[in-house]
């Protein structure tokens, strides 16, 4: 089992930054794929970001360029997501996810991710 909490939400004017940060407990922590979704009003979730179990591959949404890196530190059992140049396309609920050692192919998609936080909302002004 494991439990997610999200943190660092807020409303930035465009071009600013935030840093989400989730808090998990749990076992074996540094077992888990962790990943980053967002879901817009009216649309689906999407993925945004993610990072293998052992730390040594991230993934991040083409439509991201490089904007947002996520990262881990599994001394806190945390996992962050840094947001720079915001645009207002960026608004969203983010919420992490976190599953047991998925497979490459798998982590790009919401429906593997047996874990999710509440989510916390980011909201990007013009």
């Known amino acids: 089992q494991m439990q997610l909490v999200e943190s660092g939400g807020g409303l930035v004017q465009a071009g600013g930054s935030l840093r989400l940060s989730c808090a998990a407990s749990g076992r074996s922590f540094s077992s888990f794929t962790l990943g980053w979704f967002r879901q817009a009003p009216g649309k689906e979730r999407r993925f945004v970001a993610a990072?293998?179990?052992?730390?040594?591959?991230?993934y991040s949404a083409d439509s991201e360029k490089g904007r947002f890196t996520i990262s881990r530190d599994n001394a806190k059992n945390t996992v962050h997501l840094q947001m720079n140049s915001l645009k207002p396309e960026d608004t969203a609920v983010y919420y992490c996810?976190?599953?047991?050692?998925?497979?490459?192919?798998?982590?790009?998609?919401?429906?593997?991710?047996?874990?999710w936080g509440q989510g916390t909302q980011v909201t990007v002004s013009s």
């Open positions: 990072i293998s179990w052992s730390g040594g591959s991230t």
């Open positions: 996810a976190a599953s047991f050692r998925l497979s490459t192919v798998a982590v790009m998609a919401p429906g593997p991710y047996e874990y």
